[in-house]
């Protein structure tokens, strides 16, 4: 595929007056376009909330089955951290000091992840390249997996709308197994890893550090404090498959349901809009009005907001949505949005019914 440009010229003022207006929200006010208490706060309590019930599993050696639901409350937990804390540090808009992003950034590695690779998975082909075929890995389709019209059909796809949520629960089982490893070496190939050769190697070492951290704290000091293995394994793929279906759920209310777009650039590479523009059909919000659901998701119901202003800590997204909304209807861009979970829910499965029928039977009749 060519290099993929999006379009310039006055196809920029959408964006150009959007901004000035945000920047005058925030100027006007005097704030922080960053965390402020209440994102500490919530910091803390979903920390707390992963870490607390290891301890309680560690020190009390409780029965199994409430340890059970003490599993299940960490992957409701590692979700929340993934999706409130280390999501805007990695973003750069937690703090202002980029150090502070980077050591709460570093909450990824602890449940899990790698933000090396993250960095560019997300920040950089993502958001600069979303829901485009091919470039977007966040939309790559994994066989039994079709979530862009424009990726291959296989049989199996018909199925989809039900197997999907499978997938999602053992997503984030492979990621901390074995994706981050298959991403480092096929980012260093395309030479989207940063440094030398030999600093790269170094991130390479550290990752694997961090691994076998993640792992010795998640099955080698239970074992040591003498609980059985059978038992930590349960618990461990429970916590995971809670954690995998609520961000891939989440993630995919925002960007695979039936009103989002899915263009493709021309032969030379050209995309049809800006990039600012491309956001907004490609995104949609979902229950915005719901403000436990936004707490917990860090914003990302407002996905139309993050899209466009990355660095600007999610817990001013309510704010700025009323100008996003109305210089969109101004400039006659799209503002997609839902008005339940429940809505983007459905529209999501309907998303998967369809891609997964096969093109040719819709060309048949």
């Known amino acids: 595929m060519a290099e993929v440009k999006f379009k310039t010229g006055e196809d920029l003022q959408f964006f150009q007056t959007l901004r000035s207006r945000v920047d005058a929200y925030f100027q006007e006010r005097k704030l922080s376009k960053n965390a402020n208490a209440v994102m500490i706060i919530k910091t803390i309590v979903l920390l707390s909330t992963y870490i607390l019930p290891f301890v309680a599993i560690l020190v009390f050696q409780l029965p199994f089955v409430i340890a059970l639901l003490l599993w299940l409350l960490m992957g409701w937990a590692k979700a929340g951290v993934g999706m409130s804390v280390m999501h805007d ?45 091919g470039v977007d890995e966040d939309i790559q389709t994994k ?11 296989y049989r199996m796809n018909k199925e989809q709308w039900w197997y999907a949520f499978f997938f999602y629960g053992i997503s984030t089982m492979y990621w901390a197994l074995a994706k ?3 991403q480092f070496f096929a980012y260093r190939k395309r030479g989207l890893v940063r440094g030398t050769k030999t600093e790269q190697n170094w991130t390479l070492v550290r990752l694997i550090g961090v691994k076998l951290t993640y792992f010795f704290v998640f099955f080698g000091i239970p074992l040591l404090v003498g609980i059985p293995f059978w038992q930590v394994l349960v ?29 493709l650039p021309d032969v030379m590479g050209s995309m049809e809009d800006s990039w600012a523009v491309h956001q907004m059909r490609t995104t ?6 719901n403000k436990w659901l936004s707490w917990y998701v860090g914003g990302l119901n407002f996905q139309v907001e993050h899209h466009l202003f990355t ?14 909304k109305k210089t969109a209807e101004e400039f006659g861009v799209p503002y997609l ?9 459905r529209s999501h499965i309907n998303h998967l019914k369809t891609l997964g029928r096969d093109p040719l039977d819709e060309i048949m009749g």
């Open 337 to 345: 949005e839902k008005p339940s979970f429940g809505s983007a829910f």
């Open 180 to 182: 981050d490893f298959k």
């Open 235 to 263: 618990g461990f793929v429970v916590m995971h498959f809670a954690t995998g279906i609520i961000l891939s759920i989440v993630f995919q209310l925002a960007h695979t349901v039936e009103e989002t777009k899915f263009p």
């Open 143 to 153: 066989v039994v997996l079709r979530l862009s019209p424009h990726a291959p059909h």
């Open 311 to 324: 660095r600007i800590c999610h817990v001013h997204y309510p704010a700025i949505a009323p100008i996003v």
């Open 89 to 133: 540090a990695n973003h750069g808009a937690y703090s202002k000091n980029e150090l502070v992003n980077k050591i709460i950034g570093f909450t990824l590695n602890c449940v899990g992840g790698a933000s090396v690779n993250w960095k560019v998975q997300h920040n950089m082909l993502h958001h600069t390249f979303t829901n485009i075929n």
């Open 284 to 289: 949609m919000n979902f229950a915005t009005s």
